[in-house]
Nanobody, 117 residues
Framework: QVQLVESGGGLVQPGGSLKLSCAAS????????MGWYRQAPGKQRELVATISTGGSTNYADSVKGRFTISRDNAKNTVYLQMNSLKPEDTAVYYC???????????WGKGTLVTVFS
């Protein structure tokens, strides 16, 4: 099994920055891709960004140019640097891990990001 623990959420004003971290433990050898998703109140969970073991990345159009996903394979940790935050970025941010066959292995419990003016 894989356990994921997110950290780094908080309150920030529009235009500000936050960096989220997600540390994986357990059977980390089974992880191929890791990603960040978010769920705003009353909305469905949506993709934010993903990154493969080899470093290939994918971003939602809404965060391109503002958010950067990165990964430290040695530490089994994935990061999400969020810049130029907007109120619409307010959500609970979840980390997940996928296998090589893109099966979801695990979800974290989430970390809340609130962008307020």
């Amino acid at each position: 099994q894989v356990q994921l623990v997110e950290s780094g959420g908080g309150l920030v004003q529009p235009g500000g920055s936050l960096k989220l971290s997600c540390a994986a433990s357990g059977s980390t050898f089974s992880i191929y891709a890791m990603g960040w998703y978010r769920q705003a109140p009353g909305k469905q969970r949506e993709l934010v960004a993903t990154i493969s073991t080899g470093g290939s990345t994918n971003y939602a159009d809404s965060v391109k140019g503002r958010f950067t996903i990165s990964r430290d394979n040695a530490k089994n940790t994935v990061y999400l640097q969020m810049n130029s935050l907007k109120p619409e970025d307010t959500a609970v941010y979840y980390c997940n891990a996928e296998s090589l066959t893109r099966e979801v292995i695990s979800w974290g419990k989430g970390t809340l990001v609130t962008v307020f003016s």
